[in-house]
């Protein structure tokens, strides 16, 4: 199970922080991955980061304000959101996949319930 926390309502150019509680005691094998659902729109990649925190992947729309972390003691995934736009607006949900060397955009198995981001302009 995956449960997502800590969204909210910000202003542009605010931070938010959400993460992503994972049960379970194979967390440190899985992939972990954000995406977003704006309304009327399609469910999109936001980020990415590999089982062993090795390597991270972002949307070309987030690079340089978005930070993926995982504490795999904590069973947990960060992301970390600044400098937060108004088009940033969606349902935040995270997911999980078995380790893969596969495209991080795709594959993932396991989905959360998602949490709500509204940053206002």
């Known amino acids: 199970q995956l449960q997502a926390s800590g969204g909210g309502l910000v202003q542009a150019g605010g931070s938010l922080r959400v993460s992503c509680a994972a049960s379970?005691?194979?967390?440190?094998?899985?992939?972990m991955g954000w995406f977003r659902q704006a309304p009327g729109k399609e469910r999109e990649f936001v980020a990415a980061?590999?089982?062993?925190?090795?390597?991270?992947h972002y949307a070309d729309s987030v690079k340089g304000r978005f930070t993926i972390a995982r504490a795999n003691a904590k069973n947990t995934v960060y992301l970390q959101m600044n400098n937060l736009k108004p088009e940033d607006t969606a349902v935040y949900y995270c997911?999980?996949?078995?380790?893969?060397?596969?495209?991080?955009?795709?594959?993932?198995?396991?989905w959360g319930q998602g949490t709500q981001v509204t940053v206002s302009s």
């Open positions: 980061i590999s089982w062993n925190a090795f390597s991270t």
């Open positions: 379970g005691r194979t967390f440190s094998s899985y992939d």
């Open positions: 997911a999980s996949r078995w380790k893969s060397d596969d495209d991080y955009a795709r594959g993932y198995r396991y």
